[in-house]
């Protein structure tokens, strides 16, 4: 049950930063769809990726939970960039994979805001996602660190990824963030480890 309160936060955090993200047009935009999860693989035409989780230990979550996790009604899920542009949400979940011990993996989709601040690269985004992340946990005991940016190759595009920590009641939580511009959108994968459970690297192998 902490585990589920602690990605919950997690998940709340990254819809909270998103509401002030203006991700960087390309000059190609492509019509986003949401992406489909059946049995034990996520694909996504539109961000072009694929997750599968293994045999055993891992559960994706259902729209219900997801939807209830963004206090909306599983229905104001967007299908499609039409009706998600004129939503009120800021980022919608694409999926939730989590295993028995606590690890676990979210993509988010963000859209651009009307009232949103000026972001002229991804630099800029990974600064001021790090400044929206400390803030919003400031009040909760929680503390996040970061470690140096780096480009990854997730699927076949690149990704800019985030190390960071999050540290809850002096239990050291590892994170790694990874996101990349489609065109008026902004796919972000958050990969969190629990101690003893799913490294990084390991679900970073579970995209393709």
Same mark, same amino acid.
């Given at each position: 049950?902490?585990?589920?309160?602690?990605?919950?936060?997690?998940?709340a955090?990254?819809?909270?930063a998103?509401? #002030?993200?203006?991700?960087?047009?390309?000059?190609?935009?492509? &019509?986003?769809?949401?992406?489909?999860?059946?049995?034990?693989?996520? $694909?996504?035409?539109?961000?072009?990726?694929? #997750?599968?989780?293994?045999?055993?230990?891992w559960?994706?979550?259902?729209?219900?939970?997801?939807? %209830? !996790? !963004?206090?909306?009604? &599983?229905? %104001?899920?967007?299908?499609?960039? *039409?009706?998600? *542009? =004129?939503s009120?949400v &800021?980022?919608?979940?694409?999926?939730?994979?989590?295993?028995?011990? /606590?690890?676990?993996?979210?993509?988010? =989709?963000?859209?651009q805001?009307?009232?949103?601040? &000026?972001?002229?690269?991804?630099?800029?985004?990974?600064?001021?996602?790090?400044?929206?992340?400390?803030?919003?946990?400031?009040?909760?005991?929680?503390?996040?660190?970061?470690?140096? *940016?780096?480009?990854?190759?997730?699927?076949? $595009?690149? #990704?800019?990824?985030?190390?960071?920590?999050?540290?809850?009641? /002096?239990?050291?939580?590892e994170?790694a963030?990874c996101?990349?511009?489609?065109?008026k959108?902004?796919?972000?994968?958050?990969?969190?480890?629990?101690?003893?459970?799913? *490294?990084?690297?390991? !679900?970073?192998?579970?995209i393709?």
């Open positions: 049950m902490k585990i589920r309160r602690i990605t919950a936060l997690i998940v955090v990254l819809m909270l998103a509401v #002030f993200c203006a991700c960087k047009p390309s000059e190609e935009p492509k &019509a986003y769809t949401r992406g489909k999860t059946e049995g034990k693989t996520y $694909h996504s035409d539109f961000a072009d990726l694929t #997750f599968t989780i293994p045999d055993g230990n559960l994706f979550s259902t729209d219900e939970e997801i939807a %209830a !996790m !963004m206090g909306i009604g &599983a229905e %104001a899920l967007a299908k499609d960039g *039409d009706s998600f *542009d =004129v009120k &800021a980022s919608t979940v694409e999926f939730q994979a989590m295993s028995m011990g /606590g690890s676990n993996v979210v993509m988010t =989709v963000e859209k805001n009307a009232l949103s601040i &000026a972001l002229n690269s991804m630099d800029d985004y990974i600064k001021y996602i790090k400044d929206a992340m400390t803030d919003q946990v400031k009040n909760s005991g929680y503390t996040y660190t970061f470690g140096e *940016d780096k480009d990854v190759t997730l699927g076949s $595009h690149t #990704f800019r990824r985030l190390d960071a920590t999050l540290t809850v009641n /002096g239990i050291e939580i994170q963030i996101i990349r511009f489609e065109g959108y902004l796919v972000n994968i958050t990969m969190t480890e629990t101690a003893g459970d799913v *490294d990084i690297e390991t !679900m970073q192998e579970m393709s």
